[in-house]
Protein backbone atom coordinates (compact mmCIF):
# COMPACT_ATOMS: atom_id res chain seq x y z
CA UNK A 1 0.00 0.00 0.00
CA UNK A 2 1.04 3.70 -0.96
CA UNK A 3 2.78 5.48 2.71
CA UNK A 4 0.65 8.42 1.64
CA UNK A 5 -2.46 5.76 2.42
CA UNK A 6 -1.15 4.78 5.15
CA UNK A 7 -0.30 8.14 6.40
CA UNK A 8 -3.57 9.73 6.16
CA UNK A 9 -5.08 6.46 8.23
CA UNK A 10 -3.00 6.57 10.54
CA UNK A 11 -4.09 9.58 12.57
CA UNK A 12 -7.35 8.77 12.07
CA UNK A 13 -6.68 5.11 13.65
CA UNK A 14 -4.28 5.62 16.09
CA UNK A 15 -4.45 9.01 17.44
CA UNK A 16 -1.29 9.86 19.41
CA UNK A 17 0.88 7.26 20.37
CA UNK A 18 -0.80 7.33 23.90
CA UNK A 19 -4.27 7.56 22.48
CA UNK A 20 -5.75 4.02 21.87
CA UNK A 21 -8.83 3.47 19.94
CA UNK A 22 -11.95 3.72 21.14
CA UNK A 23 -13.49 0.93 22.38
CA UNK A 24 -17.13 1.94 21.38
CA UNK A 25 -16.22 1.56 18.10
CA UNK A 26 -15.29 -1.39 18.25
CA UNK A 27 -18.26 -2.54 19.19
CA UNK A 28 -19.64 -4.66 16.16
CA UNK A 29 -16.75 -7.20 17.65
CA UNK A 30 -19.15 -8.15 19.83
CA UNK A 31 -22.02 -9.75 17.59
CA UNK A 32 -21.56 -12.79 16.21
CA UNK A 33 -21.65 -12.45 12.42
CA UNK A 34 -23.24 -15.53 10.21
CA UNK A 35 -19.17 -16.78 9.98
CA UNK A 36 -18.98 -16.63 13.41
CA UNK A 37 -15.35 -15.05 12.73
CA UNK A 38 -13.86 -12.59 15.02
CA UNK A 39 -13.81 -8.86 12.89
CA UNK A 40 -11.03 -6.96 12.20
CA UNK A 41 -10.59 -3.82 13.88
CA UNK A 42 -9.29 -0.82 11.50
CA UNK A 43 -5.53 -1.21 12.67
CA UNK A 44 -5.70 -4.38 11.45
CA UNK A 45 -7.09 -3.97 8.48
CA UNK A 46 -4.64 -1.12 7.35
CA UNK A 47 -1.74 -3.41 9.07
CA UNK A 48 -2.90 -5.80 6.11
CA UNK A 49 -2.89 -3.55 3.54
CA UNK A 50 0.36 -1.99 4.35
CA UNK A 51 1.87 -5.83 3.86
CA UNK A 52 -0.26 -6.65 0.99
CA UNK A 53 1.45 -7.06 -2.58
CA UNK A 54 -1.26 -5.42 -4.44
CA UNK A 55 -1.58 -1.87 -4.96
CA UNK A 56 -3.44 0.15 -3.09
CA UNK A 57 -4.66 4.01 -3.91
CA UNK A 58 -6.93 6.44 -2.26
CA UNK A 59 -8.98 9.56 -3.50
CA UNK A 60 -11.69 11.69 -2.86
CA UNK A 61 -14.41 11.95 -4.74
CA UNK A 62 -17.80 13.09 -4.76
CA UNK A 63 -20.61 10.95 -3.67
CA UNK A 64 -24.11 10.74 -5.49
CA UNK A 65 -26.82 12.25 -3.25
CA UNK A 66 -27.65 8.78 -1.57
CA UNK A 67 -24.30 7.94 -1.55
CA UNK A 68 -22.94 4.42 -2.88
CA UNK A 69 -25.58 2.24 -1.95
CA UNK A 70 -26.72 1.00 -5.53
CA UNK A 71 -22.99 0.51 -6.23
CA UNK A 72 -21.91 -1.54 -3.81
CA UNK A 73 -25.24 -3.64 -2.71
CA UNK A 74 -27.09 -4.14 -6.13
CA UNK A 75 -29.70 -6.02 -6.76
CA UNK A 76 -28.75 -9.73 -7.35
CA UNK A 77 -31.91 -11.76 -7.02
CA UNK A 78 -35.60 -11.01 -8.78
CA UNK A 79 -37.98 -11.49 -5.97
CA UNK A 80 -41.21 -13.87 -6.50
CA UNK A 81 -44.55 -12.00 -6.13
CA UNK A 82 -46.28 -12.46 -3.34
CA UNK A 83 -44.43 -15.42 -1.86
CA UNK A 84 -45.09 -18.12 0.22
CA UNK A 85 -42.45 -19.67 2.37
CA UNK A 86 -42.43 -23.69 2.47
CA UNK A 87 -40.73 -25.04 5.18
CA UNK A 88 -39.46 -29.01 5.00
CA UNK A 89 -37.07 -30.84 7.14
CA UNK A 90 -35.08 -27.57 8.31
CA UNK A 91 -35.09 -25.75 4.88
CA UNK A 92 -36.84 -22.84 3.74
CA UNK A 93 -37.52 -22.20 0.12
CA UNK A 94 -39.83 -19.83 -1.77
CA UNK A 95 -43.05 -21.06 -3.56
CA UNK A 96 -46.10 -18.85 -5.09
CA UNK A 97 -49.03 -18.19 -3.28
CA UNK A 98 -51.74 -19.81 -3.77
CA UNK A 99 -54.14 -19.43 -6.98
CA UNK A 100 -57.13 -21.16 -8.82
CA UNK A 101 -58.22 -20.27 -12.63
CA UNK A 102 -61.77 -19.82 -11.08
CA UNK A 103 -61.00 -17.55 -8.34
CA UNK A 104 -58.98 -14.96 -10.66
CA UNK A 105 -61.80 -14.74 -13.32
CA UNK A 106 -63.75 -13.33 -10.63
CA UNK A 107 -61.40 -11.34 -9.35
CA UNK A 108 -60.69 -9.98 -13.03
CA UNK A 109 -64.63 -9.72 -13.35
CA UNK A 110 -64.78 -7.52 -10.26
CA UNK A 111 -62.18 -4.96 -10.98
CA UNK A 112 -64.37 -2.73 -13.02
CA UNK A 113 -66.69 -2.32 -10.57
CA UNK A 114 -64.03 -1.42 -8.03
CA UNK A 115 -62.35 0.95 -9.80
CA UNK A 116 -65.93 2.65 -11.07
CA UNK A 117 -66.32 2.82 -7.42
CA UNK A 118 -68.94 -0.13 -7.02
CA UNK A 119 -67.66 -1.29 -3.87
CA UNK A 120 -70.46 -3.75 -3.42
CA UNK A 121 -70.78 -4.93 -6.39
CA UNK A 122 -67.53 -5.62 -6.52
CA UNK A 123 -67.36 -7.15 -2.81
CA UNK A 124 -69.92 -9.56 -3.96
CA UNK A 125 -67.43 -11.02 -6.55
CA UNK A 126 -64.83 -10.84 -4.00
CA UNK A 127 -66.53 -12.97 -2.19
CA UNK A 128 -67.75 -15.74 -4.52
CA UNK A 129 -63.30 -16.00 -5.18
CA UNK A 130 -62.71 -16.66 -1.69
CA UNK A 131 -65.60 -19.49 -1.80
CA UNK A 132 -63.95 -20.89 -4.97
CA UNK A 133 -60.59 -20.47 -2.74
CA UNK A 134 -60.11 -19.68 0.86
CA UNK A 135 -56.35 -20.38 0.58
CA UNK A 136 -55.86 -17.77 -1.78
CA UNK A 137 -54.86 -14.78 -0.55
CA UNK A 138 -55.33 -12.23 -3.18
CA UNK A 139 -59.00 -12.79 -2.70
CA UNK A 140 -59.12 -11.89 0.75
CA UNK A 141 -56.76 -9.02 0.11
CA UNK A 142 -59.30 -7.45 -2.73
CA UNK A 143 -62.34 -8.81 -0.82
CA UNK A 144 -60.41 -6.72 2.24
CA UNK A 145 -60.25 -3.67 -0.27
CA UNK A 146 -63.81 -3.48 -1.10
CA UNK A 147 -64.82 -3.05 2.61
CA UNK A 148 -62.19 -0.59 3.64
CA UNK A 149 -63.01 1.76 0.42
CA UNK A 150 -67.05 1.40 1.21
CA UNK A 151 -65.77 2.48 4.54
CA UNK A 152 -66.22 -0.42 6.42
CA UNK A 153 -62.92 -0.51 8.13
CA UNK A 154 -63.66 -3.25 10.59
CA UNK A 155 -64.90 -5.39 8.11
CA UNK A 156 -61.91 -5.18 6.11
CA UNK A 157 -59.45 -6.38 8.85
CA UNK A 158 -61.49 -9.26 9.38
CA UNK A 159 -60.35 -10.09 5.36
CA UNK A 160 -57.27 -8.99 5.53
CA UNK A 161 -56.55 -10.92 8.77
CA UNK A 162 -57.63 -13.87 7.15
CA UNK A 163 -55.34 -13.06 3.88
CA UNK A 164 -52.20 -12.84 6.34
CA UNK A 165 -53.46 -16.58 8.18
CA UNK A 166 -53.21 -18.11 4.77
CA UNK A 167 -50.25 -17.00 3.48
CA UNK A 168 -48.26 -14.94 6.79
CA UNK A 169 -45.17 -14.35 4.33
CA UNK A 170 -47.09 -11.93 2.36
CA UNK A 171 -46.42 -8.65 3.69
CA UNK A 172 -49.86 -7.09 2.01
CA UNK A 173 -52.13 -8.90 4.49
CA UNK A 174 -50.19 -7.10 7.57
CA UNK A 175 -49.55 -3.94 5.39
CA UNK A 176 -53.43 -3.73 4.74
CA UNK A 177 -53.99 -4.61 8.59
CA UNK A 178 -52.34 -1.59 9.83
CA UNK A 179 -54.01 0.85 7.13
CA UNK A 180 -57.33 -0.83 8.51
CA UNK A 181 -56.19 -0.66 12.05
CA UNK A 182 -55.30 3.34 11.78
CA UNK A 183 -58.84 4.04 10.18
CA UNK A 184 -60.56 2.46 13.01
CA UNK A 185 -58.14 4.50 15.55
CA UNK A 186 -55.72 1.60 16.80
CA UNK A 187 -52.73 3.20 16.09
CA UNK A 188 -50.76 0.98 18.52
CA UNK A 189 -52.01 -2.26 16.61
CA UNK A 190 -51.52 -0.52 13.19
CA UNK A 191 -48.03 0.13 13.96
CA UNK A 192 -47.68 -3.74 14.96
CA UNK A 193 -48.75 -4.71 11.70
CA UNK A 194 -46.56 -2.14 9.84
CA UNK A 195 -43.87 -3.70 11.75
CA UNK A 196 -44.55 -6.85 10.85
CA UNK A 197 -44.84 -5.82 6.95
CA UNK A 198 -41.30 -4.53 7.08
CA UNK A 199 -39.57 -7.48 8.16
CA UNK A 200 -41.35 -9.00 5.49
CA UNK A 201 -40.18 -6.38 3.10
CA UNK A 202 -37.89 -3.66 4.82
CA UNK A 203 -37.63 -1.61 1.45
CA UNK A 204 -41.64 -1.41 1.15
CA UNK A 205 -42.10 2.22 -0.73
CA UNK A 206 -45.72 1.70 -0.43
CA UNK A 207 -45.77 2.24 3.28
CA UNK A 208 -43.06 4.43 3.19
CA UNK A 209 -45.33 7.01 0.58
CA UNK A 210 -48.55 5.98 2.70
CA UNK A 211 -47.25 7.72 6.57
CA UNK A 212 -45.93 10.77 4.14
CA UNK A 213 -49.29 10.99 2.83
CA UNK A 214 -51.60 10.37 5.72
CA UNK A 215 -49.49 11.91 8.99
CA UNK A 216 -52.59 11.47 10.99
CA UNK A 217 -51.63 7.65 10.90
CA UNK A 218 -48.89 8.86 14.06
CA UNK A 219 -46.01 7.00 12.34
CA UNK A 220 -42.91 8.06 10.45
CA UNK A 221 -40.25 5.43 9.21
CA UNK A 222 -36.69 7.11 9.67
CA UNK A 223 -34.11 7.13 6.47
CA UNK A 224 -31.25 4.81 5.99
CA UNK A 225 -28.86 4.55 8.45
CA UNK A 226 -26.26 3.35 6.06
CA UNK A 227 -25.59 5.81 3.54
CA UNK A 228 -22.10 4.80 2.26
CA UNK A 229 -19.72 7.99 1.31
CA UNK A 230 -16.83 5.56 0.38
CA UNK A 231 -16.45 2.32 -1.31
CA UNK A 232 -13.26 0.82 -3.23
CA UNK A 233 -13.17 -0.92 -7.11
CA UNK A 234 -10.39 -2.94 -9.03
CA UNK A 235 -8.61 -0.74 -11.21
CA UNK A 236 -5.72 -1.79 -13.99
CA UNK A 237 -3.25 -1.56 -11.20
CA UNK A 238 -5.30 -3.25 -8.26
CA UNK A 239 -7.79 -1.30 -5.52
CA UNK A 240 -9.03 1.94 -5.84
CA UNK A 241 -10.64 3.14 -2.42
CA UNK A 242 -12.33 6.41 -3.04
CA UNK A 243 -14.17 8.66 -0.07
CA UNK A 244 -16.13 12.07 -0.30
CA UNK A 245 -14.59 14.16 2.01
CA UNK A 246 -17.78 16.49 2.60
CA UNK A 247 -19.09 14.01 5.26
CA UNK A 248 -15.54 13.18 7.55
CA UNK A 249 -12.87 11.16 6.96
CA UNK A 250 -14.83 8.24 8.64
CA UNK A 251 -15.72 7.01 5.50
CA UNK A 252 -12.09 7.32 4.31
CA UNK A 253 -11.91 4.16 6.66
CA UNK A 254 -14.72 2.21 5.46
CA UNK A 255 -13.31 2.75 2.00
CA UNK A 256 -10.17 1.25 3.13
CA UNK A 257 -11.90 -2.05 4.37
CA UNK A 258 -14.19 -2.40 1.10
CA UNK A 259 -10.50 -2.11 -0.59
CA UNK A 260 -9.11 -5.09 1.63
CA UNK A 261 -12.12 -7.13 0.60
CA UNK A 262 -11.76 -6.63 -3.07
CA UNK A 263 -8.39 -7.19 -3.36
CA UNK A 264 -7.29 -10.00 -0.96
CA UNK A 265 -9.62 -12.64 -1.63
CA UNK A 266 -7.67 -14.54 1.30
CA UNK A 267 -9.32 -12.50 3.75
CA UNK A 268 -12.56 -13.35 2.15
CA UNK A 269 -11.73 -16.88 2.08
CA UNK A 270 -10.72 -16.86 5.74
CA UNK A 271 -13.71 -15.10 7.05
CA UNK A 272 -16.28 -16.61 4.69
CA UNK A 273 -14.89 -19.65 3.46
CA UNK A 274 -15.79 -18.51 -0.10
CA UNK A 275 -13.39 -16.20 -2.85
CA UNK A 276 -16.10 -15.08 -4.35
CA UNK A 277 -16.52 -11.30 -3.98
CA UNK A 278 -20.41 -11.43 -5.65
CA UNK A 279 -21.52 -13.22 -2.76
CA UNK A 280 -23.15 -10.98 -0.17
CA UNK A 281 -21.82 -11.64 3.43
CA UNK A 282 -22.45 -9.85 6.66
CA UNK A 283 -19.26 -10.58 7.85
CA UNK A 284 -18.11 -8.32 4.99
CA UNK A 285 -20.34 -5.69 6.23
CA UNK A 286 -20.07 -6.03 9.89
CA UNK A 287 -16.22 -5.55 9.48
CA UNK A 288 -16.67 -2.18 7.39
CA UNK A 289 -19.48 -0.81 9.82
CA UNK A 290 -17.24 -1.44 12.64
CA UNK A 291 -14.06 -0.31 10.68
CA UNK A 292 -16.36 3.50 9.84
CA UNK A 293 -17.45 3.60 13.89
CA UNK A 294 -13.78 3.62 14.87
CA UNK A 295 -13.03 5.95 12.46
CA UNK A 296 -15.40 8.59 13.68
CA UNK A 297 -14.88 8.29 17.23
CA UNK A 298 -11.40 9.08 16.44
CA UNK A 299 -11.91 12.03 14.52
CA UNK A 300 -14.42 13.24 17.28
CA UNK A 301 -12.16 13.06 19.83
CA UNK A 302 -9.48 14.64 18.22
CA UNK A 303 -12.15 17.41 16.85
CA UNK A 304 -11.53 16.39 13.12
CA UNK A 305 -12.87 19.48 11.28
CA UNK A 306 -14.99 16.88 9.34
CA UNK A 307 -16.40 16.10 11.99
CA UNK A 308 -17.03 19.33 13.72
CA UNK A 309 -20.87 18.69 12.95
CA UNK A 310 -22.03 15.18 14.30
CA UNK A 311 -23.25 12.86 11.34
CA UNK A 312 -27.04 11.93 12.18
CA UNK A 313 -27.07 8.71 10.44
CA UNK A 314 -23.48 7.59 12.43
CA UNK A 315 -24.77 8.69 15.53
CA UNK A 316 -27.81 6.67 14.99
CA UNK A 317 -25.50 3.68 13.85
CA UNK A 318 -23.57 3.81 17.36
CA UNK A 319 -27.11 3.46 19.04
CA UNK A 320 -27.96 0.46 16.79
CA UNK A 321 -24.66 -1.41 17.57
CA UNK A 322 -24.79 -0.29 21.14
CA UNK A 323 -28.13 -2.24 21.57
CA UNK A 324 -26.40 -5.11 20.14
CA UNK A 325 -28.46 -4.96 16.78
CA UNK A 326 -25.59 -4.24 13.99
CA UNK A 327 -26.46 -7.36 12.27
CA UNK A 328 -30.02 -6.43 11.95
CA UNK A 329 -29.02 -3.16 10.57
CA UNK A 330 -26.85 -5.29 8.09
CA UNK A 331 -30.16 -7.50 7.77
CA UNK A 332 -32.54 -4.81 7.26
CA UNK A 333 -30.48 -1.80 5.06
CA UNK A 334 -28.02 -4.10 3.25
CA UNK A 335 -28.65 -7.93 2.45
CA UNK A 336 -32.95 -6.81 1.44
CA UNK A 337 -30.89 -4.58 -1.77
CA UNK A 338 -29.28 -7.68 -2.82
CA UNK A 339 -32.03 -9.84 -2.35
CA UNK A 340 -35.78 -8.27 -1.66
CA UNK A 341 -36.55 -11.37 -0.51
CA UNK A 342 -33.80 -12.25 1.87
CA UNK A 343 -35.89 -11.93 5.36
CA UNK A 344 -38.71 -14.45 4.08
CA UNK A 345 -36.65 -17.48 5.05
CA UNK A 346 -35.49 -16.31 8.34
CA UNK A 347 -36.00 -18.63 11.11
CA UNK A 348 -38.86 -17.17 13.41
CA UNK A 349 -36.38 -16.11 16.58
CA UNK A 350 -34.31 -13.99 13.79
CA UNK A 351 -37.79 -12.43 12.63
CA UNK A 352 -38.46 -11.54 16.27
CA UNK A 353 -35.20 -10.12 16.36
CA UNK A 354 -35.42 -8.03 13.38
CA UNK A 355 -39.11 -7.18 14.11
CA UNK A 356 -38.05 -5.16 17.60
CA UNK A 357 -35.26 -3.85 15.47
CA UNK A 358 -37.92 -1.89 12.97
CA UNK A 359 -39.71 -1.06 16.36
CA UNK A 360 -36.94 0.22 17.94
CA UNK A 361 -35.20 2.27 15.30
CA UNK A 362 -37.26 2.43 12.32
CA UNK A 363 -40.70 2.84 12.55
CA UNK A 364 -41.18 5.66 15.23
CA UNK A 365 -44.36 7.32 16.40
CA UNK A 366 -44.46 10.75 14.51
CA UNK A 367 -43.80 13.55 16.97
Excluded at 99 to 119: G, K, T
Aim: hydrophobic residues 40%; contains cysteine.
Amino acid sequence: MPRTFLLLLLPLTFGCATTPAPSRGAAPRQVASAEKQTLLTLPEILQRMEASPVKYSLGEKDSPPDGWADTLWPQRIEPLPYARVVREGGNATLAPPYSDPESERLLAEAEPHFQANRFDEAAKLYARATEVCPKCANAWIFRGDAALFAGKAEEALGHYRKAAEHNPDDYRGHFFQGHALSRLGRRAEAREAFATALVLNPRLPTLRKLLKMYPGFGLVITPDVMVPHGMAERTETGVSAVYDGHYGTAWLAFAACKALWLGEPSHRKEMTGSDSDTQFTSTEELECLNAVLTGYEVAKEQKDADAAVPDEGLERMERIVEAGMADMLVLFELASRVHPQATLTLSDDVRQRLRAYVLEFVLLERD
